[in-house]
């Protein structure tokens, strides 16, 4: 397995992360268990950072909390300088709670309910990002009525099919974000906006998928989002002070993926923005981006404990663990890829092909398809590799399994960021109505 951040492989042969050893993190805290490395995450906030920074151009990074959302994460992106992208109520209040800055927050999402609306305009929020024209309105007459002026970027669809699976692709002219530039929804939704008052309307957003390798991609995008506010320019005046190319920059699960360096996919993004903005009479407008993955995702690792395995000679060798879909949905969901080890013990090369499977009552419940293992048996510890992304932030209680507990890793100190889900949290928000109770109590 490639060994990622601070992870490292000791002298006793067991997998260590941030200085603590594997063996010793399952025996404080149990298994299934989320690590994080926080040198890692505050690393690749670094580097987008600097990055932009040698730009000389004018910035803003947000972390794409959907990524990986709780307080501790959202104190760690604060500390390092960055903004924050939020889709929801929820991830806008443990924002909030973290006592993240609320004017660095970007609303996001293809729904915003008049609730969450009033929820981020009475907090202060730092810019709305307008997915279309019936919150366009709704947020208007809202703002209107509280005396306030938001500044929103209006989300357009570009036309851009990213090399990506098709689930998380985004920017193309058949999807639920967002205004399409090709159809003339989004000349039209800029008209609109510009009438109205009670919102300031500061430039443009392009998101065109997730895990991409290339910068084609956010190119063309750049091109056509210049392409376009060259055209309202023209046409009427308006002019952009922000554009933002979203998210999507790829990372390195497999050997089979090789994403750029962070650098380099900020560097063409700021040549294509410098260079398609060059002929505009305004200024250069500032570049915007919302990385999640690549700020947390090879950050994360995911320990179980091997329990029972199911050898069907001539097919393949079942080896269970004791999470599965419930903490990474993403393998049934995308057909992701993953790279693991055995992490309490020290092995030579010699190893066996197994699939590694979860404990739900589903078939599709697998982690990994066919991966060499330094011969799993039980109770040996897994370490997969690369899941601090879109894992605890999509992990769910099927079969009422409790969420894992996350720990944050470094220099040798491991602390909970998030306690692992008690009995007690799973019947928690359980009511059993009164006439139920009684029948219950008569069997008893
Ligand atoms: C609008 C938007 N911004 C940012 C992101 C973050 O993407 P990623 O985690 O691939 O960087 C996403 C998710 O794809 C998104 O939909
Ligand atoms: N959840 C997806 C990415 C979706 C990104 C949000 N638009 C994943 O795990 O890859």
């Known amino acids: 397995m490639y060994l990622h951040g601070t992870s490292k492989i000791n002298e006793q042969g067991h997998l260590e992360i941030g200085g603590c050893d594997t063996v010793a993190l399952k025996e404080q805290y149990g298994t299934p268990l989320y690590i994080m490395d926080e040198q890692l995450i505050r690393q690749r906030c670094r580097e987008y950072m600097d990055a932009f920074r040698a730009t000389g151009m004018q910035f803003q990074v947000a972390y794409a909390s959907k990524a990986f959302c709780t307080m501790a994460m959202c104190r760690l992106v604060e500390e390092e300088g960055l903004s924050l992208d939020v889709v929801s109520d929820g991830e806008l209040y443990t924002a909030m709670q973290a006592g993240f800055p609320v004017e660095r927050i970007h609303f996001h999402g293809n729904n915003k309910t008049p609730e969450e609306l009033e929820l981020a305009l009475d907090a202060g929020i730092g810019c709305f990002v307008v997915d279309n024209l019936i919150e366009l309105h709704l947020l208007n007459a809202i703002a209107a009525e509280k005396g306030l002026q938001p500044k929103i970027l209006l989300r357009v669809t570009p036309g851009v099919e990213a090399h990506t699976h098709e689930f998380i692709s985004t920017g193309q002219e058949d999807s639920k974000f967002g205004f399409d530039i090709g159809n003339g929804s989004a000349y039209e939704a800029v008209v609109q906006a510009d009438q109205l008052s009670s919102v300031e309307l500061l430039g443009l957003h392009s998101h065109i998928g997730s895990q991409i390798f290339e910068v084609d991609g956010f190119e063309v995008a750049a091109q056509r989002?210049?392409?376009?506010?060259?055209?309202?320019?023209?046409?009427?005046?308006?002019?952009?002070?922000?554009?933002?190319?979203?998210?999507?920059?790829?990372?390195?699960?497999?050997?089979?993926?090789?994403?750029?360096?962070?650098?380099?996919?900020?560097?063409?993004?700021?040549?294509?923005?410098?260079?398609?903005?060059?002929?505009?009479?305004?200024?250069?407008?500032?570049?915007?981006?919302?990385?999640?993955?690549?700020?947390?995702?090879?950050?994360?690792?995911?320990?179980?404990?091997?329990?029972?395995?199911?050898?069907?000679?001539?097919?393949?060798?079942?080896?269970?663990?004791?999470?599965?879909?419930?903490?990474?949905?993403?393998?049934?969901?995308?057909?992701?890829?993953?790279?693991?080890?055995?992490a309490n013990r020290a092995h030579d090369d010699s190893s066996e092909l197994v699939s590694v499977a979860g404990k739900c009552c589903e078939s599709g419940d697998m982690l990994i398809w066919d991966i060499e293992l330094a011969h799993p048996v039980s109770g040996d510890l897994l370490a997969v590799a690369c899941t601090g992304a879109y894992n605890y932030s999509m992990a769910s209680n099927y079969n009422r399994l409790r969420r894992p507990a996350v720990v944050l890793v470094s220099e040798g100190n491991s602390d909970v960021i998030v306690s692992r889900e008690s009995y007690a949290d799973l019947v928690g928000n359980d009511l059993v109505p009164a006439r139920l109770q009684a029948s219950a109590a008569l069997r008893s």
Do not use: H
């Open 225 to 342: 989002v210049a392409e376009f506010a060259r055209q309202l320019q023209r046409d009427k005046g308006i002019y952009f002070s922000v554009i933002n190319l979203g998210g999507g920059f790829g990372i390195r699960y497999t050997a089979e993926d090789s994403p750029l360096q962070v650098a380099d996919y900020v560097q063409a993004i700021a040549n294509s923005i410098q260079k398609n903005f060059a002929d505009s009479d305004g200024a250069v407008p500032q570049i915007w981006i919302e990385p999640g993955r690549s700020i947390v995702g090879d950050a994360g690792t995911t320990l179980y404990t091997v329990g029972t395995s199911k050898d069907i000679p001539g097919i393949r060798k079942y080896v269970s663990v004791d999470g599965g879909m419930s903490d990474n949905p993403r393998t049934a969901l995308y057909d992701a890829k993953y790279e693991a080890v055995i």
